[in-house]
């Protein structure tokens, strides 16, 4: 038995998320898909994380074990698999590299930290609003990343976690927080975690758009953190301008 990593990217404009759902088409399930035709066996892939309906990854990491019985010795030839696995993948999936790793190495558990952005323009272009949100509210940003900070010193992010999510725990770490401005109207909001629960990022961004609207104060949104009910906080923004842009492990 031999443990993989798979790196790859994918639009996930098409997908019902990364994982496998009865009645919609995945992301891992067309990873599943290409690997067990090409290792001849059943293959299943467990993923860095999951991604919601919509939402993109520039960097996504899964691993899979294989005992393949036509494998040399040495293992897979690791190029030739990624190579092998782009023809058959659909062309918003797209894989970067294969690597042998070790048995203890878990693509999901052995993660320390997630980056993602959620992108937002400011005025109507064509060329953006597949991939990022078009607000048409001004926005005070500096408050916002002044609310943005508060997230840094926090540990339970109960507010920001989709209802009836199936989870033990609400405590997560994070890292980073903050607006970035790449043009006089566009900005994207990155945030680095250990971890992130269903929907967080999208109802943190849906909460500072608030702040930056003057709708709700710093001790506003303090008081929605200390809560830790969803129904606090503010609106889960569209999935489609959100990317799970980087794993660090």
């Given at each position: 038995?031999?443990?993989?990593?798979?790196?790859?990217?994918?639009?996930?404009?098409?997908?019902?998320?990364?994982?496998?759902?009865?009645?919609?088409?995945?992301?891992?399930?067309?990873?599943?898909?290409?690997?067990?035709?090409?290792?001849?066996?059943?293959?299943?892939?467990?993923?860095?994380?999951?991604?919601?309906?919509?939402?993109?990854?520039?960097?996504?990491?899964?691993?899979?074990?294989?005992?393949?019985?036509?494998?040399?010795?040495?293992?897979?030839?690791?190029?030739?698999?990624?190579?092998?696995?782009n023809k058959l993948l659909p062309y918003d999936i797209a894989v970067q590299k294969v690597e042998l790793v070790s048995n203890t190495l878990h693509a999901r558990f052995s993660?320390?930290?997630?980056?993602?952005?959620?992108?937002?323009?400011?005025?109507?272009?064509?060329?953006?609003?597949?991939?990022?949100?078009?607000?048409?509210?001004?926005?005070?940003?500096?408050?916002?990343?002044?609310?943005?900070r508060l997230l840094k010193d926090w540990e339970d992010f109960g507010a920001f976690c989709k209802s009836g999510a199936d989870v033990k725990t609400t405590i997560c770490h994070?890292?980073?927080?903050?607006?970035?401005?790449?043009?006089?109207?566009?900005?994207?909001?990155?945030?680095?975690?250990?971890?992130?629960?269903?929907?967080?990022?999208?109802?943190?961004?849906?909460?500072?758009?608030?702040?930056?609207?003057?709708?709700?104060?710093?001790?506003?949104?303090?008081?929605?953190?200390?809560?830790?009910?969803?129904?606090?906080?503010?609106?889960?923004?569209?999935?489609?301008?959100?990317?799970?842009?980087?794993?660090?492990?």
């Open positions: 038995m031999r443990r993989y990593f798979v790196t790859f990217s994918y639009d996930g404009t098409r997908y019902h998320g990364w994982q496998i759902q009865p009645n919609g088409d995945s992301v891992q399930e067309r990873l599943q898909q290409a690997l067990s035709i090409l290792l001849r066996e059943k293959v299943v892939v467990t993923g860095a994380g999951r991604t919601d309906a919509g939402v993109h990854a520039k960097m996504m990491v899964a691993h899979f074990d294989t005992t393949a019985a036509f494998m040399a010795e040495e293992g897979i030839n690791c190029d030739q698999l990624a190579y092998k696995m993660a320390i930290s997630r980056t993602y952005h959620y992108y937002i323009h400011t005025v109507k272009d064509p060329f953006r609003s597949a991939y990022s949100c078009e607000i048409h509210y001004p926005l005070d940003f500096a408050k916002m990343n002044e609310a943005a994070v890292m980073a927080a903050e607006w970035h401005q790449t043009s006089s109207t566009n900005w994207y909001f990155e945030i680095t975690a250990n971890r992130f629960l269903r929907n967080m990022v999208r109802a943190v961004v849906g909460t500072l758009l608030e702040v930056g609207r003057g709708r709700l104060s710093l001790d506003e949104f303090r008081k929605v953190l200390e809560s830790g009910k969803r129904t606090e906080a503010g609106e889960s923004m569209p999935g489609h301008a959100l990317f799970l842009e980087k794993i660090n492990y």
